[in-house]
């Protein structure tokens, strides 16, 4: 399988705990782009990268949320001090960019619940 | 603020009809829309794009229409099948942008 991948798939913590997200985007392509999805709503965009450069955040990442791409490779996306609205689905995509299109194709989403 | 959002919420058509959602969108510089179709507990999956400078596109049993005029996309899906079953949302980009932005979504339920 070539497509977005991501780990773990699902998540349980208790609040206050530290959870990290990885995403290994799809081979070549530059941008990686963090979402956040909760039940019965559209995918709100979180963050992006081009390469290991992060270029763009939304309002929606408190200074709890850190996202990283070391190497321009894969992303880890972490959150600390959990709280119960947290509990979300976390969406990893990538695009070719500057290779080659905008088109952002989605991994299979990391669940978290916070308790 | 840019925004997009959908005309239902739901959606229930019979088997081997034709399905139509629609999407509407307020920021007239969007020029990129993406339709994607979700099943439950997995991720968004693309199913056809489009560019402002076109205003219909098709694929295998997908079309998407967009009316810039108006600020309206649709997708049309023929001879709808059970596996079409699933939440379909629209998505937009501004040029120079990189952040799509996606509406609520609408839940195609397929009758048998």
């Known amino acids: 399988d070539t497509g977005v991948s991501q780990d773990p798939r699902h998540k349980i913590t208790k609040r206050g705990q530290n959870v990290t997200f990885r995403c290994d985007p799809i081979s070549e392509h530059n941008r990686l782009y963090w979402y956040r999805q909760t039940l019965g709503q559209g995918p709100e965009f979180l963050t992006y990268f081009q390469n290991e450069a992060q270029l763009e955040k939304s309002r929606l990442l408190s200074d709890r949320f850190s996202a990283e791409r070391p190497k321009g490779s894969f992303s880890t996306l972490e959150i600390q001090r959990t709280e119960q609205g947290d509990s979300a689905m976390y969406l990893c995509?990538?695009?070719?960019?500057?290779?080659?299109?905008?088109?952002?194709?989605f991994g299979e989403g990391s669940w978290l619940t916070v308790v | 603020g840019e925004s997009v959002g959908l005309h239902l919420p739901t959606l229930s058509v019979q088997e081997g009809d034709n399905s139509i959602i629609n999407c509407a969108y307020s920021n007239s510089a969007s020029d990129y829309f993406i339709w994607y179709k979700q099943e439950s507990g997995k991720g968004p999956q693309f199913i056809i794009d489009i560019r402002s400078n076109m205003d219909k596109r098709q694929g295998q049993r997908v079309t998407v229409l967009l009316n810039k005029t108006v600020k309206h996309l649709s997708l049309q899906i023929a001879a709808t099948q059970p596996g079409d079953s699933a939440v379909y949302f629209c998505?937009?980009?501004?040029?120079?942008?990189?952040?799509?932005?996606f509406g609520p979504g609408t839940r195609l339920s397929v009758l048998p």
């Open positions: 998505a937009e980009k501004e040029n120079y942008g990189q952040n799509f932005v």
């Open positions: 995509a990538s695009s070719l960019g500057d290779r080659g299109g905008d088109t952002i194709y």
